[in-house]
C-alpha cells in the first residue's frame, strides 16, 4: 500500500513547517552574527596601489576592488576614526559605513566621496581623517 508512505511524508513536511527556522547564521568566534549588530566598509570603487585605510588603526582589506568588508569588530560604539593615506597622486574616494543593529536594517554612518577636481589635496600624497558614529 503507498498510502502510508505518502501519510508519513506530508506528516513530516507538516512537522518541518512549524518547527522554527535552522538557517540563522551562528554567531562567529568573532562575534559578528548575520541578524547584527554589523558594520560593514562598502569600498565602491578599485583603489589603486598605495592607498591604505585604516578604521581606528587597524588595516582594511580589498581595497583593490570593490567590496564590502565586515568591520564589525575593528569598531566600537560611539566614535570611530576612518584614514585613508596615499602616497600618489589619486583621482577618486568612494567609501561608505554602514551599520545595522539588527539584521537587513542599514544605515549609512559615513561617506565619503572625494574628486581630485573638486579637492586639489587628492592631487598630491596625504591623508585625510574622518570621525563616525556607532550607536550603543
Known amino acids: 500500500m503507498r498510502t502510508l ?19 540563522q547564521q551562528a554567531p562567529a568566534e568573532d562575534g559578528t552574527s548575520a541578524n547584527g549588530p554589523i558594520t560593514i566598509l562598502k569600498n565602491m570603487q578599485i583603489e589603486p596601489n598605495g592607498v591604505r585605510v585604516t578604521i581606528d588603526g587597524r588595516g582594511v582589506d580589498h581595497l583593490q576592488s570593490a567590496a564590502y568588508s565586515d568591520i564589525t569588530t575593528s569598531v566600537r560604539p560611539g566614535r570611530n576614526t576612518l584614514t585613508v593615506t596615499w602616497n600618489a597622486p589619486v583621482q577618486r574616494f568612494d567609501f561608505k559605513v554602514a551599520y545595522a543593529p539588527t539584521r537587513n536594517n542599514f544605515r549609512s554612518v559615513l561617506v565619503v566621496q572625494n574628486d581630485a577636481s573638486r579637492d586639489p589635496a587628492l592631487r598630491q600624497s596625504g591623508s585625510r581623517t574622518f570621525t563616525f558614529t556607532i550607536p550603543g
Open 5 to 23: 508512505p505518502v501519510l508519513s511524508f506530508a506528516t513530516a513536511l507538516a512537522a518541518l513547517a512549524v518547527l522554527p527556522a535552522g538557517a
